[in-house]
Nanobody, 125 residues
C-alpha cells in the first residue's frame, strides 16, 4: 500500500502560480511512477502530468504543456506539480496517484492504483 497526501492548493488569480506537493508513505516511493490528475465539477477526471520512477522522463497533457512542471524528490518521498500562468479553466480538484502497473510515465488512468484525497485549485479571472 502507498498512502498519498496532497497539499498546496488554494485560490489564485489568473496568471498566477501554485506549487502542489504530494507526500508518499508506505512502500518504496522510488519504485513508482507518479502522476497528477484533475477533476472539475461535472467533468471526468483527466490526466495532467506524469513522471517516471527515476524522474528522467515526464509526460504532459497538451492543455498544460509549457505551463506546468512535474518533478520528484525520491529522498523526500515527494512529487511536485509547479503550475505557472494559471487559467480559470485550470480550476479543479487535483489528485496525485502512484502507478501500480509500471515505472513508466503514462497518462493511462487505470494504471494508477493509489490515489490521494485531492487538493482544490481555484483560479479567478
Amino acid at each position: 500500500q502507498v498512502q498519498l497526501v496532497e497539499s498546496g492548493g488554494g485560490l489564485v488569480q489568473a496568471g498566477g502560480s501554485l506549487r502542489l506537493s504530494c507526500a508518499a508513505s508506505g512502500r518504496t516511493f522510488s519504485n513508482y511512477a507518479m502522476g497528477w490528475f484533475r477533476q472539475a465539477p461535472g467533468e471526468e477526471r483527466e490526466f495532467v502530468a506524469a513522471i517516471s520512477r527515476s524522474g528522467v522522463n515526464t509526460y504532459y497533457a497538451d492543455s498544460v504543456k509549457g505551463r506546468f512542471t512535474i518533478s520528484r524528490d525520491n529522498a523526500k518521498n515527494t512529487v511536485y506539480l509547479q503550475m505557472n500562468s494559471l487559467k480559470p479553466e485550470d480550476t479543479a480538484v487535483y489528485y496525485c496517484a502512484a502507478n501500480s502497473v509500471s515505472g513508466i510515465a503514462t497518462m493511462t488512468r487505470s494504471h494508477y492504483g493509489y490515489w490521494g484525497q485531492g487538493t482544490q485549485v481555484s483560479v479567478s479571472s
